[in-house]
């Protein structure tokens, strides 16, 4: 009762999820829920082990969502924020889901639960920002191909996105950062790792794996953007804005000015 | 296909479609159909032109030829450029290979006129009939109303188009006859009327048979010139109200006048575009939609323009100082989005929040709320609350003072010492 305990995880969303129905069990106010690996324990903290089980994941899942869908949403975006400590951020804002009279964390004046809010917030606009920035390049196996590196592990939260637009074409983004990539074979997205020494990001340089097309199709873009802004009115301020300078490594139109 | 004259003509016909505003690519329930190309959902800007405008769809005119003279347009048959016309596969071409690398949404076909109004209207049609039919794409179109069309080819342009626009252009039926003297109100106004009427019958039949097909699932917009006339900012929203009301517009756009002709008629080359006119236009414009103002609380005989130092709420709360100081904890809803400083979402997270505890001025601020206008027209969960009795002019000067603005220089009085 009233303890604190180090709980470590695999890493995996239903990892956590487990070990935050491990700490409700045990009943820890403060649960210091730590990653495999980049374990840091307290002097004289206790820590506990593990294992990812599905079923308790489940339950802790599905109670949140009962409470709230728009709860169950801000934590698992949050969790995909890979942020230091978010751990127990959210192990904290779903304690204080769980014992509020109100239906859902609505508590906009706690810290905690502004916090997630925010947190899912940044998220959802990487996620966003990922749906907009994706440059597909054709190669000669007739595929789309895309790389990115996101700030959040996004592209759990964009396949659905991809899959439902671009049915009838074969297409991978691929992560960059995390070494990860999805793949569509016109029935099902895949997770797939690559071994990617030749196929680089969109830069001027031509690379043999795309179609002649493809370049083609690249130079005809970069002329509708010229041609569609308005010499009058430039803003470079807000354009920088819009579409931050980290990001223009993955845009065709932009490639000329990185 | 021959690359090389693709370009070209991209070029001068996505230049001469760049004064249209509308870029929005949301609003549409479309969904991909038979595992084909493509859906619609809450819009995507893609990316941003260096003058910051959202970039979602492919937007360009199926040809700059046309028959008419309006003083403003770049396309009127007086002006001397480059003419090109697409060919109808040219657009359905381009539209696929740019939606397919996920450069954009869909896309937005409007046309010089060339030979009548409904020859005009048919070609439009024959684009985003074979984009869907042939290509099974199932991306957002918007298509350009004609002004004169048919009511037959309004009526199968709802059909495969998501969106349907006529562009108003000119506020006033004076300055429509003094700047486009071939073209009459009417015009504009009968395929507006026809695409809102099928909108409204496709509605009715929809609650009857679900299966019902589409009709312009994301309704009509119009655009209007903002400073080319010398009209009144109540002359621009009258009018976009009356558009709002009368034919259930989605969106009303106002476009600030890029100087681009020699013609007397009209600010002369070089003058400033009026972003700032445009900029409050629009806030004005969400006052309307989305926080409950009616146009007249806003602009009325007494004051036909908005001011340009400050937004048209603070505008607004500054000449109704009697329903203030409004209280944070207390208040409805209603009052609390009339506030200045604090937007729809701010009202939200204040009425979850209120719930679980009185509110004080550090709760506000991490709300995101800005106080810097707020402070003088709240009172919350706290002694400190502005007592003085002060007048309508010393807030705005202390607000005015507590910001820095791009555009202070436009109009800003002060006389600065060393110019």
Redesign the interface.
């Known amino acids: 009762m009233n303890a604190s305990k180090t709980l470590v995880y695999d890493g995996s969303f239903n990892g956590f999820l487990t070990a935050v129905f491990i700490g409700f069990e045990q009943k820890l106010t403060h649960a210091d829920i730590q990653k495999q690996g980049q374990l840091q324990s307290g002097l004289f903290a206790e820590t506990e082990t593990i294992f990812t089980n599905i079923e308790k994941a489940q339950r802790v899942w599905n109670g949140v969502r009962n409470k709230s869908n728009s709860a169950i949403k801000n934590i698992y975006f949050a969790f995909l924020s890979e942020q230091n400590n978010m751990e127990a951020l959210i192990y904290r804002y779903i304690q204080k889901l769980m014992g509020s009279k109100y239906k859902g964390a609505t508590d906009f004046s706690d810290d905690g639960v502004l916090k997630i809010n925010q947190l899912a917030h940044k998220v959802g606009r990487e996620k966003h920002r990922m749906e907009a920035f994706v440059r597909f390049q054709l190669t000669k196996d007739d595929v789309y191909f895309a790389n990115i590196e996101p700030d959040f592990d996004v592209l759990p939260l964009i396949s659905k996105h991809f899959r439902n637009r671009y049915a009838d074409q074969q297409w991978i983004i691929y992560d960059l950062k995390r070494k990860y990539g999805l793949f569509y074979d016109l029935y099902t997205v895949e997770i797939i790792s690559l071994d990617l020494s030749d196929i680089h990001t969109n830069s001027i340089e031509k690379s043999f794996a795309f179609t002649d097309a493809e370049y083609e199709y690249q130079d005809l873009w970069n002329n509708y953007f010229k041609s569609t802004t308005i010499k009058s009115r430039i803003n470079n301020k807000l354009h920088v804005q819009h579409v931050p300078k980290r990001y223009w490594k993955y845009l065709s139109e932009k490639k000329e000015a990185v | 296909m021959d690359?090389n004259r693709?370009?070209e003509k991209?070029?001068i016909l996505?230049?001469a479609?760049?004064?249209d505003v509308s870029c929005s690519s949301s609003g549409s329930n479309r969904?991909?159909k038979n595992?084909?190309?493509?859906?619609t959902?809450n819009g995507?800007?893609?990316?941003?032109?260096?003058?910051?405008?959202?970039?979602s769809l492919?937007?360009i005119l199926l040809t700059n030829h046309c028959i008419f003279d309006c003083a403003y347009c770049v396309t009127r048959k007086s002006n001397d450029i480059q003419r090109a016309a697409f060919k109808i596969q040219e657009v359905v071409d381009?539209t696929i290979?740019?939606y397919?690398?996920?450069?954009i949404e869909g896309l937005f076909l409007s046309s010089g006129i060339f030979k009548s109004a409904d020859h005009t209207m048919e070609r439009l049609i024959a684009v985003a009939k074979k984009l869907r039919e042939e290509e099974?794409f199932n991306g957002y179109i918007h298509l350009k109303s004609i002004p004169g069309a048919s009511d037959e080819l309004m009526y199968e342009a709802g059909l495969y188009a998501d969106r349907l626009s006529v562009n108003i252009e000119i506020p006033t039926i004076s300055g429509l006859k003094l700047l486009a003297p071939d073209k009459k109100h009417e015009d504009f106004i009968k395929p507006m009327l026809k695409v809102k009427n099928e909108i409204i019958r496709y509605k009715e039949e929809r609650k009857i048979i679900k299966s019902t097909a589409k009709y312009a699932p994301a309704g009509q917009s119009t655009q209007m010139i903002v400073g080319a006339t010398g009209e009144s900012d109540k002359d621009i929203m009258y009018s976009a109200t009356h558009f709002y009301k009368n034919f259930q517009m989605k969106r009303v756009y106002y476009s600030?006048y890029?100087?681009i002709s020699t013609d007397s008629r009209l600010p002369s080359l070089g003058s400033e575009?009026p972003?700032l006119r445009e900029n409050r236009l629009y806030q004005t414009d969400w006052l309307l939609r989305f926080y409950g103002f009616s146009v007249n609380e806003i602009l009325d005989a007494d004051n036909p323009n908005l001011d340009m130092d400050i937004d048209p709420k603070l505008m607004w709360a500054l000449r109704n100082l009697n329903h203030f100081p409004v209280d944070i904890n207390k208040a409805e809803p209603r009052m609390l989005a009339r506030i200045p400083g604090i937007g729809m979402g701010s009202v939200h997270?204040?009425i979850?929040?209120?719930?679980?505890?009185s509110?004080n001025w550090e709760?506000l601020k991490?709300?995101g709320i800005a106080l810097n206008r707020a402070k003088y027209f709240i009172i919350c969960n706290s002694t400190d609350w502005e007592r003085r009795d002060l007048d309508a002019a010393s807030i705005k000067g202390m607000i005015l003072q507590s910001q820095n603005s791009k555009f202070k220089n436009q109009y800003n009085n002060q006389l600065s010492l060393f110019n």
Do not use: Q, W
């Open positions: 690359f693709i370009k991209l070029n996505a230049d479609a760049k004064y969904k991909n595992n084909g190309l493509g859906d959902g995507i800007c893609h990316t941003y032109t260096e003058d910051g405008r959202c970039v492919l937007k381009l290979n740019f397919r690398r996920n450069y099974n600030g890029v100087p575009v972003m997270k204040i979850s929040g209120r719930k679980y505890r509110l709760h991490k709300m």
